[in-house]
């Protein structure tokens, strides 16, 4: 795990800087045992704080280099990363890390914004840009793409028929509540396959009632608990790394939003624990 307190990026209200530590600060009540998989995710892998890579706070380029070069390092360990924000620019040089290592991978995204937009205020690398830049650099496999929880509105139709020509399948907010989790997890399942997976989590995929605590709140969001089912649904996904972005917590209640966030990367974390776990296993029963 590590995060990079970066809200340089966002278009709205800032904070999410100090995201990371609030997730921190909020998992202290998380326990060795996860029921809901049935696994023990900080015993099957050995899972580290490795603290937060520095970003400069007034320059988006130098920042986004220097959060590839910390994730460049810490993959090359063979980790993978649970990657704690900060903005949801921080996705993009973490993927450029990740493909460097799995090649294109899989994408889901859960948001309430497509975020992929060729520029923001004139700019390429912004909270509203990542995976239009990551698109068109190659690194995602353009035939797994999928966005979880969009809803509000945009700037124009183009918007969305932009976003479909990168690749992008969308499972709206309404989807989900009109479908059901179970249904919208084997879509997702199908589309994705075997192949490598990275997951975002904007926790602004939230309804405000569940998540007061970020920039870019949106109505009509998710709840808690379908966004954590649904993570539980991938459990036999290829999950290689994931991020979870925008919280901000100057606009949290009660810690609403960092508990959210803090039992969704707990998720997140035991997905991938009970991959190496089933690896293991595979290895012991092959050498037998």
């Known amino acids: 795990m590590v995060g990079v307190p970066f809200d340089a990026g966002v278009s709205?209200?800032?904070?999410?800087?100090?995201?990371?530590?609030?997730?921190?600060?909020?998992?202290?009540?998380?326990?060795?045992?996860?029921?809901?998989?049935?696994?023990?995710?900080?015993?099957?892998?050995?899972?580290?704080?490795?603290?937060?890579?520095?970003?400069?706070?007034?320059?988006?380029?130098?920042?986004?280099?220097?959060?590839?070069?910390?994730?460049?390092?810490?993959?090359?360990?063979?980790?993978?990363?649970?990657?704690?924000?900060?903005?949801?620019?921080?996705?993009?040089?973490?993927?450029?890390?990740?493909?460097?290592?799995?090649?294109?991978?899989?994408?889901?995204?859960?948001?309430?914004?497509?975020?992929?937009?060729?520029?923001?205020?004139?700019?390429?690398?912004?909270?509203?840009?990542?995976?239009?830049?990551a698109a068109e650099e190659g690194i995602l496999d353009t035939s797994a793409l999928s966005h979880v929880g969009t809803r509000g509105s945009l700037y124009s139709k183009e918007d969305l028929d932009e976003d479909t020509k990168l690749g992008f399948g969308i499972v709206t907010s309404a989807d989900v509540m009109r479908r059901g989790v179970d249904e919208v997890v084997q879509q997702l399942k199908e589309r994705i396959g075997k192949r490598p997976l990275y997951i975002s989590v904007d926790i602004d995929v939230l309804d405000p009632a569940h998540a007061p605590g970020t920039g870019t709140p949106e109505a009509g969001g998710l709840t808690s608990r379908e966004l954590l089912e649904i993570v539980r649904g991938l459990s036999d996904c290829y999950l290689v790394s994931a991020d979870l972005v925008e919280v901000a917590p100057a606009y949290d209640h009660a810690e609403i939003t960092s508990v959210a966030a803090s039992h969704t990367a707990y998720e997140l974390i035991s997905v991938m624990s009970r991959q190496i776990a089933f690896f293991r296993w595979l290895e012991e029963n092959e050498q037998s």
């Not at 904070?15 to 099957?44: I, K, T």
């Not at 460097?100 to 994408?107: D, K, S, T, Y």
């Open 12 to 133: 709205y209200r800032p904070g999410a800087r100090f995201g990371s530590n609030a997730v921190r600060e909020a998992s202290r009540q998380l326990r060795p045992y996860n029921p809901a998989q049935d696994v023990y995710p900080f015993h099957y892998a050995q899972v580290a704080d490795a603290g937060d890579i520095t970003a400069n706070p007034h320059n988006i380029d130098a920042a986004v280099e220097s959060i590839e070069e910390g994730a460049d390092a810490l993959l090359s360990t063979g980790a993978q990363l649970m990657t704690l924000g900060g903005d949801h620019t921080i996705a993009l040089p973490i993927l450029r890390s990740v493909a460097r290592r799995h090649g294109p991978v899989a994408l889901l995204h859960f948001d309430a914004h497509l975020d992929t937009w060729d520029s923001y205020f004139g700019a390429q690398y912004t909270h509203g840009t990542p995976f239009r830049r």
